[in-house]
């Protein structure tokens, strides 16, 4: 059975930073592209970031550009966010989806929540 | 700041037929971009109930359609009932922005 558990998430001041983990297993990581997707709460859905199979290539939505990082290790079979100068609209749960690039995501994580706040 | 446009709610009694559109644009639907459709349930993670317009991944009912004309895309449910109680997200890639887009949102209500 394919699955995504994702965890790091928490309470972090604004101006912090924070690092999201995404485990997978029942697939062949090194085999996909991965994707970042969060929710503001009561909120829509919106694309964070994407990866590259091997993880040479990465993309994010441009309001995000320089403040957050991808990186996987298709060794561990893991995938990582990692989140600076966190901002208040940065609150959200945070999903990690394999990518079937113009083909949607599937499946889903469970999500982890993010909350910036002092 | 979402580029696809969908209504915010849509609502039928069990058993009837409801369609939700999503309006995109030249850079995106209209570009030939595929368009997935996701259902949401409340307090979960989101589910991929249509890909490449009209497909159905193994599982979803029969009574989840996609289709795709011009700059829009629509799903429709038949045979509506009380478990499709849920938010509908549409997706498709925006060659403008280089990004995946997600359309606003629609509730379901069953009646």
């Known amino acids: 059975e394919v699955q995504l558990v994702e965890s790091g998430g928490g309470l972090v001041q604004p101006g912090g930073s924070l690092r999201l983990s995404c485990a997978t297993s029942g697939f062949t990581l090194s085999n996909y592209w991965m994707s970042w997707v969060r929710q503001a709460p009561g909120k829509g859905l919106e694309w964070v970031a994407g990866i590259k199979p091997d993880g040479s290539e990465t993309y994010f939505v441009d309001s995000l550009k320089g403040r957050f990082s991808l990186s996987r290790d298709n060794a561990k079979n893991s995938l990582y966010l990692q989140m600076n100068s966190l901002r208040a609209e940065d609150t959200a749960v945070y999903y990690c989806?394999?990518?079937w690039g113009l083909g949607g995501f599937d499946p889903w994580g469970q999500g982890t929540l993010v909350t910036v706040s002092s | 700041q979402s580029v696809l446009t969908q209504p915010p709610s849509v609502s039928g009694a069990p058993g009837q037929r409801v369609t939700i559109a999503c309006t995109g644009s030249s850079s995106n639907i209209g570009a030939g971009r595929d368009v997935q459709w996701y259902q949401q349930l409340p307090g979960t993670a989101p589910k991929l109930l249509i890909y490449a317009n009209n497909n159905r991944p193994s599982g979803v009912p029969d009574r989840f359609s996609g289709s795709k004309s011009g700059t829009s895309a629509s799903l429709a449910i038949t045979g509506l009932q009380a478990e499709d109680e849920a938010d509908y997200y549409c997706?498709?890639?925006?060659?403008?922005?280089?990004?995946?887009?997600f359309g606003t949102g629609t509730k379901v209500t069953v009646l």
């Open positions: 997706q498709s890639f925006d060659s403008s922005l280089s990004a995946h887009v």
């Open positions: 989806a394999r990518d």
